[in-house]
């Protein structure tokens, strides 16, 4: 095989065994979670630190090469995977995972961009504190691509997404500049706050190479149950009641409809029902408090009596040990990963205000059961904080690819209910390549022209994950 002009140069820059050419090397770098797309790379950079990365953006900018930095390579929206022109480098930042500095007095933690999560909530874990960005892809995705695409998870409702938990960034600006923004400070007003433009930008301004992150005391006391409940409008109302209560101490509250349970307990190793008798809907509830004192279980018991007792709960499993409550999560986490086994599955992840959670899936499911009947509609997620991944899987012996067709029609149908509700068609994922094209819709001119103005003035030659969000 020819070899790349470039590579040579970029061997001596960063060391010819991170310098990735064969296909083999190069095909786990060019393929997302949802096969959606294929990309080609003439090579896969794997720097090893600021330095290296700075280095190659400087060639980079010298010689009008396109990058595309990636993570964990766990992103839904293809904004990780390079083009099918083939004229994108892939800059992997895996090789970036070093824990500089961890300050539990002062609950921060300094890591660079391409620690694994679950690593970094274990290292928070060793100091008595909590990193509470949890997601289902923890175990491979990498803290710089959770920055970049400003992941939400399940611990939003308490802690924030991902933009609230960061206090300061380092940064490899497309020239090869290096900001050096890592303050751990809570309070800073002096100008533009930078760090949040590049929080969310999906790599398009800037590559992310380390973090100053919050920390937070670690729970000694959490408790979960599995509730039961007949449809979304008891969800709601058990959530309003819950945090009316509870306020702060609740930590987790997710919807998950019959269906996602029973894609779950057929494809997901170890999950079994927690619930003795199956009902439409489910919410997973969590209560956590980092006082000893305080008496969770009687606060959780206490909300789940009320409701029963006003009718809006059918029947809830309290977890009885720590295994337990990782089994009840272990259901909510892998529901996305199931619905492969099931076929062909249109995705969408979408917000709207929380009171308006029950219309909108009433609406919605109603309207792509009308589209594609018998379709089964699987909306899942974060009913505490609006955002809803409302996925509908293929009916059942449906041909895969002539259903996946339909995305595009069925996004328009779901988006536009979404837009009625004053929603958001990106509530957590990001644009990428996938809704790119979307933006138009629901952006005014001012809003893109501005981002536009943005991107321009910090990558003036359109080289760091070109044709992204823009």
């Known amino acids: 095989m020819e070899r790349n002009p470039h590579a040579e140069r970029l061997a001596e820059i960063i060391g010819a065994a991170n310098v990735l050419t064969s296909p083999e090397d190069k095909a786990p770098f060019l393929t997302e979670w949802r096969d959606l797309y294929q990309g080609v790379t003439p090579m896969v950079l794997r720097p090893g630190s ?5 280095a190659v953006m400087k060639y980079a900018s010298q010689n009008d090469l396109k990058i595309v930095p990636q993570g964990g390579n766990t992103g839904l929206v293809g904004g990780q995977i390079p083009l099918e022109t083939g004229d994108e480098i892939v800059l992997s930042l895996g090789r970036m995972n070093k824990v500089r500095a961890v300050d539990p007095d002062g609950f921060t933690i300094t890591v660079e961009s391409g620690v694994i999560l679950e690593i970094l909530q274990n290292e928070a874990e060793k100091v008595d504190r909590l990193f509470p960005l949890a997601l289902g892809s923890q175990g491979s995705c990498q803290i710089g691509g959770n920055i970049s695409s400003n992941a939400g998870g399940t611990a939003v409702l308490a802690y924030g997404n991902t933009r609230d938990l960061v206090l300061g960034l380092e940064v490899v600006m497309p020239n090869g500049d290096v900001w050096n923004g890592l303050r751990t400070l809570r309070k800073d007003n002096t100008g533009y706050d930078l760090k949040q433009l590049f929080i969310g930008a999906e790599g398009t301004l800037g590559i992310i190479t380390a973090a100053s992150l919050k920390l937070f005391p670690k729970p000694k006391k959490l408790e979960a149950a ?43 190793d170890g999950a079994r029902d927690p619930l003795e008798a199956p009902h439409e809907w489910y919410v997973l509830m969590e209560l956590s408090s980092g006082s000893e004192a305080f008496p969770v279980r009687d606060l959780l018991e206490s909300i789940l009596g009320e409701a029963f007792e006003g009718g809006l709960v059918e029947d809830a499993a309290f977890a009885q040990s720590m295994q337990q409550v990782q089994d009840f999560w272990h259901i909510r986490h892998g529901m996305s990963e199931v619905q492969k086994a099931e076929g062909g599955s249109i995705k969408h992840d979408v917000s709207v205000p929380v009171a308006s959670i029950p219309a909108f899936l ?22 505490g904080d609006g955002n809803i991944h409302f996925n509908v899987s293929q009916p059942v012996g449906a041909d895969k690819e002539s259903y996946l067709e339909k995305w595009d029609a069925m996004n328009e149908i779901v988006h536009g209910i979404v837009a009625n509700f004053n929603g958001s068609i990106s509530a957590e994922h990001g644009i990428g390549r996938l809704k790119r094209d979307l933006l138009k819709g629901v952006k005014s001119e001012l809003e893109l022209d501005l981002m536009q103005r943005i991107k321009d003035a910090f990558d003036p030659k359109g080289l760091v994950n070109p044709g992204r969000v823009l």
């Open 226 to 268: 599995f509730v039961g409940l007949a449809d979304p409008q008891a969800a709601l109302k058990l959530f309003s009641t819950a945090k009316a209560q509870a306020g702060p101490v609740l930590t987790g509250f997710e919807i998950m409809p019959r269906v996602g349970v029973e894609f779950c307990l057929s494809h997901l």
């Open 50 to 54: 600021t330095e290296d990365v700075s």
């Open 362 to 383: 009433e609406e919605a499911i109603a309207a792509v059961t009308d589209f594609v009947p018998n379709c089964r509609p699987v909306p899942f997620g974060h009913l």
